[in-house]
């Protein structure tokens, strides 16, 4: 199966090597990668922050860019609710909207793609090591996709995953709300620290890069010791 690869803008510039995992993965499972070059921001943070007209420039031309595109993957559940956003942005443009419903029925989340297309519960990873999962917003509201990380992660060869307090509470990112609202996102992602310490797991894992930044980020202010991996990084993990 042939798979173009969104990279998101975290991913390209925070977590080169998510993406590199990424590909690692899908190519190990028999698809074919194709990296469209001309792919920018998905214009997810001008829609949240109210500015519609920028960011229907930018769906059209993501549109553009992976309308040739067999499915498309992306190791982010807040990237993938965007283009799923699409034909409602669109929603008065009809060739537009069309195309837009196009993207978004063939766009995946990369542990919704594993799970779900590719029908992969176990990818062969071995990880000896405690940890706990963050479920992030966008990826188990608006796509609800909830079952397939655990599944995935519950086959990882060494791997303790202890369940997170409160893990339906959002970090504070939320994008533009993080800057925003600085002072309330502060508060929450404090109160999603403390929740992790409280697993006492030494990986923090997650399944989209704005939300590992923003805990991490806290994390590494207050001195916490504990590691953030992207899913990916986990589900490619082998034995050294």
């Not at 090591?129 to 996709?145: F, N």
């Not at 404090?190 to 797991?201: F, G, H, M, P, R």
């Not at 991490?216 to 050294?240: C, F, T, W, Y």
């Amino acid at each position: 199966m042939k798979v173009s690869l969104f990279i998101t803008c975290l991913a390209d510039v925070f977590y080169p090597g998510v993406g590199k995992d990424v590909v690692e993965l899908l190519e190990r499972h028999g698809c074919e990668i194709d990296f469209p070059e001309k792919q920018t921001c998905c214009g997810q943070p001008a829609y949240n922050s109210g500015y519609h007209r920028d960011a229907k420039k930018a769906a059209k031309h993501m549109i553009q860019t992976f309308e040739h595109a067999e499915a498309v993957v992306t190791p982010s559940g807040s990237c993938a609710a965007m283009f799923k956003e699409y034909p409602e942005l669109l929603h008065d443009e009809e060739e537009w909207k069309r195309r837009a419903e196009a993207l978004s029925e063939k766009t995946y989340e990369l542990t919704e793609f594993l799970y779900r297309v590719l029908h992969i519960t176990d990818t062969g990873a071995e990880l000896p090591a405690s940890a706990t999962y963050h479920t992030s917003c966008h990826m188990t509201r608006l796509l609800g996709e909830k079952e397939a990380p655990y599944q995935l992660l519950s086959n990882v060869k060494g791997l303790t995953l202890k369940e997170l307090p409160n893990k339906q509470n959002c970090c504070g990112f939320g994008g533009t709300f993080a800057v925003k609202m600085s002072s309330i996102s502060e508060q929450m992602v404090d109160e999603k620290v403390d929740s992790i310490e409280e697993t006492e797991a030494d990986i923090l894992i997650g399944a989209d890069c704005g939300c590992l930044m923003n805990i991490g980020g806290r994390m590494q202010r207050k001195d916490k010791p504990v590691h953030v991996m992207h899913i990916a990084q986990v589900l490619n993990s082998r034995e050294k």
